[in-house]
């Protein structure tokens, strides 16, 4: 009696990777307006005065 050959590794992999898993456009242009987003609030928040001024210090007493 002949019993079926399984599938390799790789074609178990690639059989599952086949499905619905992964973004499709439209979660890719969410998810890259939330990166932009987060990105902006960031930059101001590491550009505003305060922030800067701890920054520096703390610079400033490392290299010192």
Request: proline letters at 3%; a neutral charge.
């Amino acid at each position: 009696m002949q019993g079926t050959v399984k599938p390799s590794w790789g074609e178990q992999f690639a059989t599952r990777m086949r499905g619905e898993s992964g973004m499709s456009t439209a979660e890719y242009a969410v998810g890259t307006l939330a990166a932009v987003a987060f990105a902006g609030v960031l930059l101001k928040v590491l550009t505003s005065g305060p922030v800067q001024s701890a920054l520096s210090d703390l610079i400033e007493r490392a290299l010192s």
